[in-house]
T-cell receptor
């Protein structure tokens, strides 16, 4: 079946850039998403990218998509302690009826 | 306020005792879905619904039932809960029948089955 994979943990210092990586298997995925989950809360959409785009920038967030390698990344510039959370990559699968999530990457920002 | 509301938020129950987790959205969304979140496994889809009276299995439907009698409600039913259903459950909704839009999540329901 379709699969979305991420590394489980990332630790960075405050002010540095964070890069969270994701790979997916469904080459027909039209939209790819990044969601953020803060402790004790549900998921909130951070940003998304359409499959015909290579890059999308939104303030401190940059999403890069390598469709050939089925690789998606999220870069957070000037990472702050408030960015500490779990970040989920997700891809449209199942012909557009399903959103398959990765395992989530726990980002820890240290002072 | 636009939201997805789940109840209960926390529940401890015993094996075999039927329970229902309710989910309601006030955004007139077509698509609704249930996920469970387990450490190291991310979110896995249990069931989804593209419209009233239309439901379909996700990746881990065993042991669960759903219904979609009204557009706003999508309850998750555990007829005979077992300990391996101890998890954090999320309901989500989206305005589109095909997923081209944002998924809006509830705050989660933490279920423990003893």
């Amino acid at each position: 079946g379709e699969d979305v994979e991420q590394s489980l943990f990332l630790s960075v210092r405050e002010g540095d850039s964070s890069v969270i990586n994701c790979t997916y298997t469904d080459s027909s995925s039209t939209y790819l998403y990044w969601y953020k989950q803060e402790p004790g809360a549900g998921l909130q959409l951070l940003t998304y990218i359409f499959s015909n785009m290579d890059m999308k920038q939104d303030q401190r967030l940059t999403v890069l998509l390598n469709k050939k390698d089925k690789h998606l990344s999220l870069r957070i510039a000037d990472t702050q302690t408030g960015d500490s959370a779990i970040y989920f990559c997700a891809a449209i699968t199942g012909g557009g009826n399903k959103l398959t999530f990765g395992t989530g990457t726990q980002l820890k920002v240290e002072l | 306020e636009a939201q997805v509301t789940q109840n209960p938020r926390y529940l401890i129950t015993v094996t075999g005792k039927k329970l229902t987790v309710t989910c309601s959205q006030n955004m007139n969304h077509e698509y609704m879905s249930w996920y469970r979140q387990d450490p190291g496994l991310g979110l896995r889809q249990i069931y989804y619904s593209m419209n009233v009276e239309v439901t379909d299995k996700g990746d881990v439907p065993e042991g669960y039932k759903v219904s979609r009698k009204e557009k706003r409600n999508f309850p998750l039913i555990l007829e005979s809960p077992s300990p391996n259903q101890t998890s954090l459950y999320f309901c989500a909704s989206s305005p589109m029948t095909g997923l081209t839009g944002e998924l809006f999540f509830g705050e989660g329901s933490r279920l423990t089955v003893l």
